[in-house]
């Protein structure tokens, strides 16, 4: 309070008092912000488990229906260890593409001529890359600010093991590893029968945020709806991944020590933007939050599904 000129009394703050107020309310800010983002974010996850949930009953649904989960990549001629020198020409159909039907994405699903080739990535041409260029937020996650393209964050599961456990490793650098024991493989075709260690205790599809991007350090960028790239010394996929680098720690490897993000590092790798670890979703259709301190021997184990492990569960 203070007294004017006139000697009227007159109500009002001095400039020590505004700053003393707007001080406390910028701590009160700060230190509501940190519990506001905590809320959004559990939010985001409720609706990232949701969309693995969808992922789950549509491929239990393709099950029912065709007596086993999708091939994981259709390619032309591909062995168990496939080494194919017209790896542009070779390439069809996902399995991203093949449960669309499943997910309630039927005219999604017609648009896709199976028969012809699918892009493997940017640098190679086809008759559906139009179509492959269109998003599908279907398989974005929400706390992953790249899910705005043709971008993935849910890849099915290929199995798991050590970087020597494959046997299918291209032979100029063994970044490039293709896994098979898992659930979904080229030209695979396993049935529930086929998961000797239980649904339980089997990866379908983890979360992943090492798809490459557009937007990022490669013009060799992913596709939700990729084919796959096979040849003998250079051989690779992007939509599906193995359990073998502990979760949220990218392999660099010797090939791009200083890009965390390249085709061959999504293989090979789970993450997410959840802090803390990344969603799984498992053979039973449940859906799991894997810790990123996780043991990387559990977690390589849950990859396979015939491996008579793990003997003791992570969640």
Not at 133 to 161: K, Q, T, V, W
Not at 270 to 287: E, I
């Amino acid at each position: 309070m203070r007294l004017s000129n006139r000697g009227n009394l007159r109500w009002g703050f001095t400039l020590v008092e505004l700053l003393v107020v707007i001080a406390i309310i910028g701590v009160l800010v700060g230190l509501l912000l940190p519990a506001v983002q905590q809320a959004r974010e559990a939010a985001r996850r409720m609706q990232c488990s949701n969309k693995l949930k969808q992922f789950g009953a549509a491929f239990h649904n393709y099950v029912e229906s065709h007596g086993a989960f999708p091939p994981g990549l259709v390619a032309l001629g591909a062995t168990n260890c496939p080494a194919q020198t017209t790896p542009s020409n070779d390439a069809r159909a996902p399995w991203s593409v093949l449960i669309l039907p499943f997910l309630d994405q039927q005219q999604r699903y017609d648009r896709f001529n199976l028969s012809l080739g699918f892009s493997i990535n940017n640098e190679f041409s086809s008759p559906n890359k139009a179509e492959q260029l269109e998003p599908n937020a279907l398989f974005h996650c929400p706390s992953d600010i790249n899910g705005r393209s043709h971008y993935s964050n849910y890849i099915a599961s290929a199995g798991g093991g050590t970087p020597t456990g494959s046997g299918c490793v291209a032979t100029n650098t063994s970044n490039f590893i293709l896994y098979r024991n898992g659930l979904f493989f080229v030209n695979s075709s396993v049935g529930l029968r086929d998961i000797s260690d239980g649904t339980t205790k089997t990866y379908m599809m983890g979360e992943s945020k090492y798809m490459v991007h557009p937007d990022g350090n490669s013009t060799k960028h992913g596709f939700w709806s990729a084919g796959v790239y096979l040849r003998g010394d250079w051989r690779y996929y992007v939509n599906l991944l193995a359990a073998i680098e502990p979760i949220n720690q990218p392999y660099t490897g010797p090939l791009d020590p200083i890009k965390p993000n390249n085709e061959a590092v999504v293989g090979r790798t789970f993450g997410s933007r959840h802090p803390g670890g990344c969603h799984a979703l498992m053979a039973d259709g449940s859906v799991q939050f894997l810790s990123q301190d996780m043991d990387v021997n559990i977690h390589r184990s849950l990859g396979a599904r015939d491996d008579n492990g793990p003997l003791e569960m992570p969640f």
